[in-house]
């Protein structure tokens, strides 16, 4: 099934289209909003199921959904940033956040730093990739789905899915260098920035005493 | 659909074990929860009419998963009788303390007179004695629930208006809300209060307790109490109506005293009691004297806006009279900072504002009738632009060369050359970090104060904007340990409330903090206001451990949530500027970015003025609004118009730092004398007469340095030379010895440590010896008289010659005719004793 396919049974209320949906589009998103709220898996759910139903909803009134995947990551992170915004509703995630971020043993400290570090390097290599490719990788590298399943799901041929499947793994270890780079130099100012896009930054949990990441 | 890989690969380049390992740890979740395949369903069942099923297909596999997990099980009733058993004994171990607003009731009415301040009075309850009151600045109500009267009372009036309670409820509950929420003269407000719901929690050693009423009309009372945890006695409240959010933090007080006792809080006892039918209109229209105290409480505003000083209010006067500056003036200072304007560029030329600074200072010691000291000698002049502009004080060859001067422009070419200088970059690095970098903080961990030091030095040598260099700073990412200015959050430990106070203080010349407890006591900022530029440096990543523990490998970099709340309150605050209310846009902007954007523009009203006033304040060693870190209503500038002439030039050139220093070095008031035949305060304070300025530990090892030829200079081009202030291990350790609290650079700041370090430090020793001193060795030199020689000596401590009744006395220590060990030996005591002059350690 196609993304044109998937949108015009979901806007017939197929349920197949569902079940493509839950199957597809479901774990990466569910991935993408959990790191997004710090592993609150109620939020989590919460987030992702109603960005499934503004889909449903969307699907019902206007079929044409050119990337549903991104388009789902799109709403998913908006409400995300809403609901951290909806002062009434953060205060129970500081509290949550004062135990995800307990202080742990100085002597692991720097180790798991490091580690936290680099998973989110890899998140955010991943996050500034075209969608296609990243979708492929996680299909293929996270899900272990098959090139051919893969090829089906990007509505291309098998040879066509390893040639992304190739090009997302070099364009993937590229970003990474380039963000090992870039940490040397610091970013470029904002008034220089001005004429570029500018670039949104992944999570990463944290908090301290009253005030908090989270 | 297939899960394994192996079988449809075509191409082996495609498994990669090493990514899979990376992307597996990387989003290392937990798989699609089955509840949220079960709400997908129930969800698109609501909008469909029938479910998808999307969760039965996977039923079999997690029946499967929790038959193989029955042992498990099993296991579960035992573990909830053991949960239970632990539940038990967590509440009967943990002390049966509990905290309810009727205990609270209880410990209130054990005490007598209870007060907390308002905006401009106070309010009382007295529970024993079933009294509530408030005073103003013009009136007193009392609430006696044992009479059921309010009493209102205007000071000078002759009158006591008197109005029966409407209903009979005045408990105390009632008496406490009114006392929490001010109100008195509603008394059917709040009518058949009921308590709706209590909630209490510990909050650091502070208990805070959630009280909600309900009233008959609808309107709800949330009261927010920090309890002491002893005494069940409210600290501070917070009280939120439906109406409207009445909040205040400030603290109650306690006394055992009843309200009996206390004539004050009284009302007076001679006046006639007029019964009314509600004292609200009523008090509108008594005829008796409320036009006189309006007018009074005018005149008492006007005073206050004002503050106490009289010298500032005439300095009012004089900003606003139209002056010369040529620039559309609004006098700013005497409103309220969240309203003021931005500066008004000048677009004239450099030349064309130092004439109109120094027609507007000239008018202003008119004004004041001061007559200005002398200006400045030669000497005097140039050993104090080379100590401000580049740190230390000329070597022989530059005092000569600029001497031997003799175009008409040799100051101001003295001056660009010394701004263009590395001395002034690095001078300048060293003098913003004592802003920018609190006292007292081992900085090692984040990699210390010289990676610090050389990148603010780079970013001022560059020529860069100001804007450009604080925006670089304030959104400074990367490794903790690597990044220079970095330091700036390390060294508060990435705390948001320790930004925010920093960076309102260094580049909005404001103490922001003074509203982080409880709103400000004498600015119109409260304590949202604190806390909502707090907010901007909330989404910033944070480790979960010490930051010293982790700061090798931290990285700081903006997120995209984190909130600040105020302390004990619990309320989240939504980051805001300062000069509005209304809340931030949405932008796609991290919220460091937001922050800079609005705090370097050139709309921005504070922070032009705030750095010319501090540039001001560095070369002067008093600002022209002193503290120089303490912009507001309370604290007037000199002249706002000066201020504004010079901040607007800062705005127009692009926020060029060497332009605002050229500016002000050129002015007349800098280039004055700072000595004078008789002391008079009121020139120092007008900038009629130079501040002599004691020299930072850097200024006073750079001026050795330079004096004692510690670093030898380029005889063909005498102004080539600079002072070497990064990687000098043996500068780093008199710095260490050296250093003194920071203050104002008017005031002496040191003591015995470094009196004795100049004395007997091995610096001062390897300067003054002859195995050392490059100098002492110079001046061995056979064509050189002994007067030549002290006049080098001179000219190289305190760049100039001696007096003559410095020659009297030296030519007796060290006669002309002195050779060999005698001349040595006293031309080495001769620097000792000018190293430790009290002139050598100032700047005049």
């Known amino acids: 099934m196609n993304d044109t396919e998937f949108m015009n049974r979901l806007h017939q209320r197929d349920p197949v289209a569902v079940q493509y949906l839950t199957d ?116 293929k590298y996270i899900e272990k789905i098959s090139v051919n399943e893969i090829s089906i799901r990007l509505g291309v041929t098998e040879k066509a899915a390893e040639s992304i499947l190739f090009r997302a793994r070099r364009e993937l270890r590229s970003k990474l260098t380039s963000l090992d780079e870039d940490e040397e130099g610091g970013r470029p100012s904002l008034k220089q920035r001005e004429s570029t896009t500018a670039q949104t930054s992944p999570a990463s949990a944290a908090k301290k005493n009253n005030y908090s990441n989270s | ?44 069942k609501s909008e469909w009419g029938e479910s998808p099923r999307v969760s039965e297909s996977r039923t079999n596999k997690v029946r499967s998963e929790l038959t193989k997990r029955t042992r498990w099980l099993r296991a579960v009733p035992v573990a909830a009788c053991l949960g239970i058993i632990i539940a038990f004994a967590l509440v009967f171990s943990s002390g049966s303390t509990t905290y309810a607003w009727s205990k609270v009731v209880e410990a209130m009415a054990k005490q007598g007179l209870i007060e907390v301040d308002t905006v401009d009075g106070s309010r009382w309850v007295s529970l024993s004695e079933r009294v509530v009151g408030e005073a103003n600045s013009d009136s007193l109500v009392v609430a006696d629930a044992n009479q059921k009267a309010v009493f209102y009372h205007r000071y000078g009036s002759e009158k006591i ?15 406490l809300v009114h006392f929490f929420a001010g109100d008195m003269a509603s008394d059917s407000r709040y009518s058949n209060l009921k308590l709706s719901s209590e909630k209490w929690e510990q909050v650091n050693e502070d208990i805070a307790l959630d009280v909600n009423f309900d009233t008959d009309d609808g309107e709800a009372v949330n009261l927010h109490l920090v309890l002491d945890a002893e005494t069940h006695l ?47 209109i009523a008090s509108l229209s008594t005829p008796d004297k409320a036009e006189q105290i309006d007018l009074a409480d005018l005149v008492n505003d006007s005073q206050s806006m004002q503050g106490s000083d009289s010298e500032a209010s005439e300095s009012i006067a004089l900003a606003t009279k139209d002056g010369s500056s040529g ?24 030349s064309k504002t130092v004439d109109k600074v120094n027609d507007l200072i000239t008018e202003l010691w008119e004004e004041k009738n001061i007559t200005p000291v002398a200006p400045a000698e030669d000497v005097e002049l140039l050993r104090r632009v080379y100590l401000d502009l580049a740190g230390r004080t000329p070597s022989v060859n530059e005092v000569r060369a600029y001497l031997k001067d003799d175009s008409g422009q040799r100051y101001e070419n003295l001056v660009d050359r010394l701004l263009k200088s590395p001395d002034h970059a690095s001078h300048l690095a060293a003098v913003w970090r004592t802003f920018l970098i609190p006292e007292g903080v081992d900085l090692d961990a984040f990699g210390g104060i010289t990676a610090f030091d050389k990148w603010l030095a780079k970013r001022f040598e560059s020529g860069d904007g100001y804007d450009q260099i604080v925006d670089d700073l304030l959104l400074a990412e990367g490794r903790l340990s690597r990044s220079g200015p970095l330091l700036f959050y390390s060294a508060v430990k990435l705390n948001p409330d320790e930004l925010a106070a920093r960076t309102a203080r260094v580049f909005l010349g404001m103490r922001l903090e003074c509203a982080q407890c409880h709103d400000h006591p004498f600015e119109p900022w409260k304590q949202e206001d604190f806390w909502g530029f707090a907010a901007f440096f909330a989404q910033i990543s944070r480790p979960n451990a010490e930051l010293e523990t982790v700061s090798t490998v931290m990285r700081v970099s903006d997120v995209d949530h984190g909130e600040v709340k105020i302390p004990l309150f619990d309320t989240v605050v939504a980051p805001k500027h300062l000069n509005t209310d209304l809340p931030l846009e949405q932008s796609k902007l991290a919220r460091r970015e937001q922050l800079v954007e609005w705090l370097t523009s050139a709309d921005n009203p504070y922070f032009a003025r705030a750095t010319a006033n501090r540039v001001w304040g560095h070369l002067f060693g008093k600002g022209i609004v002193d503290p120089i870190d303490d912009f507001g209503t309370r604290n007037l500038p000199k002249s706002s118009e000066l201020l504004d002439l010079i901040a607007s030039r800062f705005v127009s050139t692009d926020f060029n730092l060497r332009e605002l220093f050229r500016l002000i070095v050129l002015s007349k008031p800098y280039r004055l004398s700072s000595g004078s035949e008789d002391v008079d305060e009121q020139r120092l304070e007008w900038f009629a007469q130079m501040n002599v300025k004691t020299l930072t530990a850097e200024q006073v090892y750079d001026c050795i340095s330079v004096a004692t030829l510690l670093e030898s200079s380029n005889m063909e081009n005498p102004y080539a030379f600079n002072v070497s202030r990064f990687g000098n291990g043996e500068r780093e350790t008199f710095l260490k010895q050296f250093r003194t609290p920071a203050g104002r650079s008017t005031e002496y700041q040191g ?13 001062i020793d390897g300067a003054t010896g002859l195995a050392r001193s490059g100098l002492l060795a110079s001046l061995d030199a056979p064509f050189f008289t002994n007067k030549q020689r002290i006049e080098v000596l001179y000219l190289a401590t ?43 350690t100032m700047n005049h």
């Open chain 2, 161 to 175: 208006l008197k109005q029966k309670m409407a209903s009979d409820d005045f408990n105390e509950n009632k008496l």
């Open chain 2, 234 to 280: 409210p600290q501070r409240y917070r009280i939120t109506t439906s109406n409207k959010d009445l909040d205040t933090s400030n603290p109650l007080s306690y006394s055992e005293g009843l309200l009996a006792d206390n004539e004050s809080r009284q009302l007076p006892g001679n006046l006639t009691i007029t019964t009314v039918d509600d004292i609200a």
């Open chain 2, 327 to 350: 620039i559309g003036f609004d006098d700013w200072a005497s409103q309220a900072p969240s309203t003021w304007q931005a500066v008004i560029k000048d677009n004239s030329p450099g």
């Open chain 2, 1 to 44: 659909m297939t899960n394994d890989p192996s079988k449809s690969d075509f191409g082996v380049e495609l498994v990669d074990p090493e990514l899979e390992q990376l992307l597996g740890d990387a989003y290392d979740a937990p798989p699609v929860p089955r509840s949220l395949l079960k709400k997908i369903d129930r969800t698109i």
């Open chain 2, 798 to 840: 305190l760049s100039r010659n001696p007096s003559s009744t410095e020659w009297t006395m030296l030519q007796e220590y060290i006669p002309q005719d002195a050779t060999g060990d005698e001349l040595h030996q006293g031309l080495s005591d001769v620097l000792w004793a000018l190293l430790n002059s009290a002139e050598f």
């Open chain 2, 751 to 763: 003591g015995i440590p470094q009196a004795l370090t100049l004395m007997n430090g091995t610096l």
């Open chain 1, 24 to 139: 597809t589009f479901v774990p990466s998103l569910w991935r993408y909003v959990y790191f997004r709220v710090n592993g609150d898996q109620h939020l989590a759910e919460d987030i992702v199921s109603e960005s499934i139903l503004a889909m449903v909803n969307y699907a019902e009134k206007n079929a044409s959904i050119e990337r549903p995947s991104a388009w789902l990551r799109t709403v998913a992170s908006n409400k995300v940033n809403d609901h951290f915004r909806a002062a009434a509703r953060v205060q129970h995630l500081i509290d949550d956040a004062r135990e995800t971020g307990k202080y742990v043993e100085e002597e692991d400290a720097v180790a798991k730093q490091i580690l936290v570090e680099q998973r989110i390097d890899v998140r955010r290599a991943v996050d500034r990739l075209p969608e296609e490719h990243r979708l492929a990788l996680e299909w």
